[in-house]
């Protein structure tokens, strides 16, 4: 039995260990706590929507969690709340997290006005952990001012994040070649800050060659919402000069892009979409979900997956009976 009234209270009053077991509630996958979970959260709703929110997203080893403990750092400055939200890889063997991302942002997971919390991927596509927005609505009713979610930055659904947030920041860095591969999987099509981090030393020339590239690349794609143009910047973590290590302009750039999109109208209807996009994808996944559970179609399912590689069935063929199965 859980007590919903006291995980409710104890969110609401800012209870540090309250919100930790509210998070870990609504992460679960057995299906005995759904409903515990979304109960808390119907409750939580009314309290919800005042949180800024950001992505952070780039290829390992881009300086994603350095660069976001320096911003973490830099809001609590500004008098702020911080909540981040570290997707991990999962572990295929215990299904945890592998990364561990309160090692890589010491500064910040000690701070008494910031609450880090990595979680596993589940193994979903793009790195986004299934309930993400769920442990999001958790942070928001718990009075975090900024909500900060970084992904893993693997496979070509990390773009996944952008539905997630208010203002999506993509990281590369100088001659990975990620510039380029960015461009193609479409996440530039989402971003709206495109950082090229870790300009300094010898690095600092192929830095502005990649800004310079990526500028030039923004052109050819249409005007984001609110006619937004992604902005491309420099950083640096050697540096702690705000405005030498271009974490500055950084912030500047993510509070004008929340400006334009309150400006025009339009930051409340992004977020609307993005509620119902959730709203169906949890239908699906549950659906999915629910289809698996029906007596015989897993022994099915691996019947037929043997049929579809032997190449004795197609995949819309084999997917239909499948489907028959749940009707």
Known sequence: MIDVDALEQGVLSQDRASVARAITLVESSAAAHRPWAVELLRRLHPHTGKAKRLGITGVPGAGKSTLLEALGMHY???????????IDPSSQKSGGSILGDKTRMQRLSVEPRAFIRPSPSGGMLGGIALRTRDAMRVLDAAGFDRLIVETVGV????????SLVDTCVWIVIPNAGDELQGIKRGIAELAEVIVVNKCDGERIEAAMRAQAELQAAMHHFPPMDAGWRPRVITTSALSNDLEESGLLRLTESIEAHRDRMIEAGELEPRRASQEVAAMWRTVEQAAWLALRSRPGVMALGTELEAKVRAGELSATVAAEAILAQGR
């Open 76 to 86: 609590l400055d500004a008098g702020e709340r911080v909540a981040v939200l570290a």
């Open 155 to 162: 496979g070509q659904s990390e773009t996944l994040v952008a």
